[in-house]
DNA sequence: CCAGATAACTTGCACAGTTAAGTGATCGTG
DNA sequence: CACGATCACTTAACTGTGCAAGTTATCTGG
């Protein structure tokens, strides 16, 4: 950011009436889209949409093990966050941890069999909602757009991310 | 997941690669852009984004006045939420509260001269990081694509939302 | 005019998340 | 081998938020 934003430095750079439609457009569905995903997840799953991705990403992975630290990586949470997380999930019984035997500074987090049903049981509803909410009311271009504006505003966020990597795959 | 859920009596209506790719970019966006803005102002200001929001709609209120509950909606929070956000902003002496004398159910939230002061100073800063992380990154055409796209989540999420009305505004 | 219902707000409790300090394991250098 | 530095994780203190109960003000029906 550019420290010269004195109020009365620059004058322009103002949002015109149809930008400021956008972009209270845009907050709506920032504030609202993850909202209504939680409330879909704790509803039928009594599970929060955070701990849900960290379900859906550690079922993918080979032997459906991860490290704590790649799996904050991934789920775009702190150490500590994931840490406490990963504990919820233990206490319930669908991940356990070990000490990495390779080196003990990681832990592992593995998902125990139980945590496989929950996933199989949970996650056809919750892409269900996924696609009402997103895809369904979208024409057949929307998404594409979607997708490349996502992107553009992550790289305006943070161009060198980890993220934009797994994001780059116009595919077409 | 390996994408065999549909066997398990669901129909198909699962997420194929190109869907999967725009949900993780659509994701990413919406845990780091709102983090994102609430660095900027919080590194700038000492303001939560939400604070930001509240502060912004009082500076526009007619008197720079508005009721809590009016507060609340416009900002798409809980009542007890906006009730402990003006006590913060009142502790900072940016707002003060007065009974509504028409109705003394009500309480009005009154903008102060110093609150005015800091969203003064404070907007031109904010609204440059908006425009550098959204606007600038997109091309002429993509601002009215991403708010199609942000009206028609909005209307699946809740078809009957008062937010929906402020936002309809094709203007064009 | 009065009692109950309702509305707007406030408060108390529980809990998730961030930051900073603490713990244990491993690496690098002499 | 030893000692400090670094790394991954855990724990603790604090803040913010949602939910439910409490408080005060207004409306409604008799």
Same mark, same amino acid.
């Given at each position: 950011?550019?420290?010269? !934003? ?17 972009? =209270? ?48 990586? =991934? ?15 233990? /206490? ?15 832990? =592992?987090?593995? $998902? ?5 049903? /929950? ?18 009311? =979208?024409? /057949?271009? !929307? ?10 505003? $992550? ?18």
């Amino acid at each position: 950011m550019d420290g010269e !934003q004195g109020s009365r430095g620059e004058a322009a750079r103002w949002l015109d009436a149809d930008e400021r439609l956008t972009w =209270l457009a845009l907050v709506s569905v920032l504030v609202r889209l993850p909202s209504a995903l939680d409330a879909q997840l704790q509803r039928d799953a009594g599970i929060s949409n955070f701990e849900y991705q960290v379900m859906a990403g550690l079922s993918e992975a080979p032997g459906r093990t991860m490290r704590i630290s790649e799996l904050a990586a =991934l789920a775009e949470g702190s150490l500590p966050r994931m840490s406490q997380v990963i504990a919820r999930l233990e /206490k319930r019984g669908w991940v356990r941890r070990t000490p990495d035997p390779g080196d003990g500074r990681y832990t =592992l987090a593995i $998902m125990t069999d139980a945590g496989w049903a /929950k996933i199989i049981e949970m996650a056809p509803g919750h892409v269900e909602t996924v696609r009402r909410l997103i895809f369904d009311p =979208l024409t /057949k271009a !929307q998404p594409r757009q979607l997708h490349d504006i996502c992107r553009r505003i $992550m790289r305006a966020i943070d161009p060198d991310d980890q993220c934009l990597d797994r994001l780059d795959r116009p595919s077409a």
